[in-house]
């Protein structure tokens, strides 16, 4: 007999059958890449920042007047 689980099901199951011991690692490795991306992240605006104003510099000709 074949049953039918919905979405919302199989992830009740999955919770259900998932402990401690499962869990930590997948936490471990979420909080290292929060933390590499709380450390960096001030430096990668930076990046971005400077990249954005060097594509879109204004030229001294394209002023209006």
Known sequence: MI???HLPQLVAIALFY???DQ???LL???GAII???LI???RFVQL???AWQAAFKRS???VKK
């Open 3 to 5: 049953i039918q689980l």
């Open 18 to 20: 998932s402990g401690p």
């Open 23 to 25: 869990i930590l690692p």
């Open 28 to 30: 471990s490795i979420l």
């Open 35 to 37: 933390g590499f991306l």
């Open 40 to 42: 960096w992240w001030q």
């Open 48 to 50: 971005v920042r400077r």
């Open 60 to 62: 001294p000709t394209s």
